[in-house]
């Protein structure tokens, strides 16, 4: 029997069904593709309108300005008077030299006390007449070691007994803030022993600091200098210092002798830097700036 037409249609059926099989699975492939691209190609187009209206589209100004007709008025800029910064010019300072002069003003040791007792009488350590006995310490420990200059070195020659004051007078606390209770300052910053100035008065008046002032006029004149000095500062925004010539007529409109202010003040606007300590470091080859 011949089986050669049977094996021949068999042959020729699988070829139809595998031919019909592999185009429908190449067909349903091909229409997956092309879903999926026209499903991108949508969501694309879709998020590029979206984004182009989003930028076009005028959004409402929820923080409109105002458009009435009276301009509104900046607001005006408030005043600090430098004497109320915590700046350790030389300047700003009292210089106790001049107590060591035979003829000092009789003054400048109750202004030395009152200062002394202003800055320290919230310190923990403070006990009534605190002030004379660090005054008292200072001048007899400056008259043996009259080349000193610097309150630091001073401190380690005071009596053993006044050390520990004195290194946390010199030391002073970091949480200091000016007119409040919090802390207790250094004296180095309100207190200097600069032989350069000793020929010189005792306070320069442009640059006191305002605890200074309340040393030298009380609690009462100095806010009415700052005050005066305020009114200065308005017209132009800048700092000035009540002239000799301005604080003599202050003076005397308060019925007070400026001839008894005068020897404790020199005048002038100019500053200098403070002095600076050149510290040479051998393994950087540097030399480091310290100010005093």
């Known amino acids: 029997?011949?089986?050669?037409?049977?094996?021949?249609?068999?042959?020729?059926?699988?070829?139809?069904?595998?031919?019909?099989?592999v185009h429908n699975l190449r067909t349903i492939v091909e229409e997956?593709?092309?879903?999926?691209?026209s499903f991108r190609i949508q969501r694309k187009f879709s998020q590029s309108l979206a984004r182009h209206t989003y930028t076009k589209h005028k959004g409402k100004n929820f923080h409109s300005k105002q458009t009435s007709a009276t301009p509104v008025k900046e607001e005006e800029a408030s005043y600090h008077s430098p004497r109320d910064w915590q700046r350790k010019k030389p300047q700003s300072k009292l210089n106790i030299r001049s107590l060591l002069q035979p003829q000092s003003n009789p003054r400048l040791e109750k202004i030395a006390l009152f200062l002394l007792q202003d800055l320290y009488y919230f310190a923990p350590f403070y006990k009534p007449g605190l002030e004379n006995e660090i005054l008292h310490t200072l001048l007899e420990t400056l008259k043996e070691n009259e080349n000193l200059s610097k309150l630091e070195m001073l401190a380690s020659k005071v009596p053993e007994e006044h050390f520990s004051l004195f290194y946390k007078?010199?030391?002073?606390?970091?949480?200091?803030k000016l007119h409040t209770t919090e802390g207790y300052p250094a004296l180095g910053d309100f207190i200097t022993l600069?032989?350069?100035?000793?020929?010189?008065?005792?306070?320069?008046?442009?640059?006191?600091?305002?605890?200074?002032?309340?040393?030298?006029?009380?609690?009462?004149?100095?806010p009415l200098i700052i005050n005066e000095e305020k009114h200065k500062w308005e017209p132009k925004h800048k700092h000035l210092p009540l002239t000799k010539q301005e604080l003599q007529?202050?003076?005397?409109?308060?019925?007070?002798?400026?001839?008894?202010?005068e020897p404790l003040f020199s005048f002038g606007q100019q500053s200098s830097p403070p002095p600076l300590e050149i510290v040479y470091d051998q393994e950087s080859r540097l030399q480091i700036k310290i100010p005093l």
Do not use: W
């Open 32 to 37: 997956k593709v092309h879903y999926s691209g």
């Open 1 to 21: 029997m011949n089986i050669l037409p049977l094996v021949s249609a068999f042959l020729i059926i699988f070829a139809i069904c595998s031919y019909s099989f």
């Open 249 to 261: 007529a202050f003076l005397v409109n308060r019925r007070l002798n400026p001839s008894d202010y």
């Open 169 to 176: 007078l010199v030391k002073g606390t970091q949480s200091y």
């Open 194 to 222: 600069d032989k350069t100035q000793e020929i010189q008065p005792p306070v320069h008046f442009c640059h006191a600091s305002r605890p200074l002032l309340d040393a030298i006029f009380g609690h009462t004149l100095a």
